[in-house]
């Protein structure tokens, strides 16, 4: 059974930075895409950034480019999203999901099957 959890999430001031986290278990790390989304209220949920765990190539959003890294260790099967420079419009529900691989840089929800509970992000002005 996939197993997704997040966590890191919290209050920060806009300028700040936060890193998530998202353990995983159950499938195999080192060749599965792993992607974060967030869901703000009132709106879509959106591919935020993705990894494909199989040779590490990474995807972004444009609005988060040069803000937000992703990474992975594949020794603690766990993904990272470090954020930097973070504004009152990150905030959001951080999501984890993964599937076999990214789908490209539009990382659409729907293709992605397995999600974690999700981390709550707020950004204050």
């Known amino acids: 059974e996939v197993q997704l959890v997040e966590s890191g999430g919290g209050l920060v001031q806009a300028g700040g930075s936060l890193r998530l986290s998202c353990a995983t278990s159950?499938?195999?790390?080192?060749?599965?895409?792993i992607a974060w989304f967030r869901q703000a209220p009132g709106k879509e949920r959106e591919g935020v950034s993705c990894?494909?765990?199989?040779?590490?190539?990474?995807y972004y959003k444009d609005s988060v480019k040069g803000r937000f890294t992703i990474s992975s260790d594949n020794a603690k099967n766990t993904v990272y999203l470090q954020m930097n420079s973070l504004k009152p419009e990150d905030t959001a529900t951080y999501y984890c999901?993964?599937?076999?691989?990214?789908?490209?840089?539009?990382?659409?929800?729907?293709?992605?099957?397995?999600w974690g509970q999700g981390t709550q992000v707020t950004v204050s002005s």
């Open positions: 999901a993964a599937d076999e691989y990214c789908a490209g840089s539009r990382m659409p929800a729907s293709f992605f099957g397995s």
């Open positions: 159950g499938f195999t790390f080192d060749d599965y895409g």
């Open positions: 990894i494909y765990t199989g040779d590490g190539r990474t």
